[in-house]
């Protein structure tokens, strides 16, 4: 069973909305970003979503579906890992929702992930969300 713990954190971007949106949805950027890892989908509403790579030297295979998604304003989306040990039920699955909000000359952009399977977990992923978003504010600041 999942755990009640939630991770929230938003960044500021100097960069306009369309071009964060680009960053979260283009296959080569996503890959920068998120630890070198492919994300395979065609960003619609129920459509699988795999995530794939090599993590130390090892060649993974993980799963979701993309929950919900309305361009430029958010993706809903869960994931399964099958190394887990766990069932592939949904409730074995954390759930991920990227926010993307125009604030004057900046975009934020919000992380939500919910559905972990203990504390350890929820603290792994804290780690990674914020290089992510750091890494996210990077190349969206470079490409203005």
Do not use: C
């Amino acid at each position: 069973m999942a755990s009640n713990f939630t991770y929230k954190r938003s960044i500021a971007i100097n960069a306009p909305l369309i071009k964060v949106w680009r960053i979260l949805t283009d296959p080569a950027s996503i890959k920068k970003i998120y630890f070198d890892m492919d994300w395979k989908t065609d960003w619609k509403k129920g459509s699988p979503i795999i995530f794939s790579g090599d993590y130390d030297h090892q060649y993974f295979e993980d799963k979701g579906n993309i929950l919900d998604i309305e361009k430029e304003k958010f993706i809903l989306f869960n994931y399964y890992n099958p190394d887990s040990g766990k069932k592939d039920i949904p409730e074995n699955y954390t759930v991920m929702r990227f926010e993307l909000e125009a604030n004057k000359n900046e975009t934020i952009f919000t992380v939500f992930q919910y559905g972990f399977a203990n504390e350890q977990a929820f603290e792994t992923v804290t780690t990674k969300w914020n290089f992510v978003l750091l890494t996210a504010k990077e190349m969206a600041e470079k490409l203005i």
